[in-house]
């Protein structure tokens, strides 16, 4: 009975989402000193592997749930690329852009000439850009979501640039 429940513990433990918190045991290969015929049990840590996207992803994630756009307040929605960047005004009530702007656009892509990817410059241009196209259809207050992205470098600069030409936060 008792080897029973044990193992019910453990493929409840296995099944639970902090599965990776828990160390991992495995039989050592290597025999010990003793004078057990049974191998040994040995404690391996495994460490949680994931990638940056899937780190920044899950804090999008986290943001999302205190975040949301409503027809008073829209949210006003980063994504950051290699070689563009991307800003829309959504209302999520609706599940409607309301503005958007990015360095895709001609305006914004013909002014700068960049190799590598978009700097802070182009990102104050589409801060601008975005705070001007939402002032002219009435939106003046926005909620502000960085996407997962650190508030730093070229989403700072967004979101001064949109502040700087009428935009509340």
Same mark, same amino acid.
């Given at each position: 009975?008792?080897?029973? *429940?044990? @193992?019910?513990?453990?493929? !409840?433990? #296995?099944?639970s989402?902090?599965?990776?918190?828990?160390p991992?045991? $495995?039989?050592?290969?290597?025999?010990?000193?003793r004078?057990s015929s049974?191998? *040994?049990? @040995?404690l391996v840590v495994? !460490?949680? #592997?994931t990638?940056?996207?899937?780190?920044?992803?899950?804090?999008? $994630?986290r943001i999302?749930?205190?975040?949301?756009?409503?027809?008073?307040?829209p949210r006003l929605?980063?994504f950051?690329?290699n070689?563009h960047?991307?800003?829309?005004?959504?209302d999520?009530?609706?599940?409607?852009?309301?503005?958007?702007?990015s360095t895709?656009?001609k305006s914004?892509?013909?002014?700068?000439s960049?190799?590598?990817?978009?700097?802070i410059?182009?990102a104050?241009?589409?801060g601008e850009?975005?705070a001007?196209?939402?002032?002219?259809?009435g939106i003046?207050?926005?909620?502000?979501d960085r996407?997962g992205y650190?508030?730093?470098g070229?989403?700072?600069?967004i979101?001064?640039?949109?502040r700087?030409?009428?935009?509340?936060?």
């Amino acid at each position: 009975m008792s080897t029973c *429940s044990f @193992s019910l513990l453990q493929c !409840a433990l #296995a099944s639970s989402q902090q599965s990776w918190l828990r160390p991992k045991l $495995t039989e050592a290969t290597i025999p010990i000193s003793r004078p057990s015929s049974h191998p *040994s049990l @040995s404690l391996v840590v495994e !460490a949680k #592997a994931t990638t940056r996207r899937e780190d920044r992803t899950a804090r999008h $994630t986290r943001i999302r749930k205190k975040v949301e756009g409503t027809p008073e307040r829209p949210r006003l929605a980063v994504f950051r690329s290699n070689k563009h960047l991307y800003v829309q005004v959504i209302d999520d009530t609706k599940m409607h852009t309301l503005a958007s702007a990015s360095t895709v656009q001609k305006s914004i892509s013909e002014e700068f000439s960049y190799t590598c990817g978009p700097t802070i410059e182009a990102a104050k241009k589409v801060g601008e850009i975005i705070a001007k196209s939402c002032l002219e259809k009435g939106i003046t207050k926005v909620a502000f979501d960085r996407g997962g992205y650190p508030y730093h470098g070229r989403v700072e600069a967004i979101a001064a640039a949109a502040r700087e030409h009428g935009l509340q936060f």
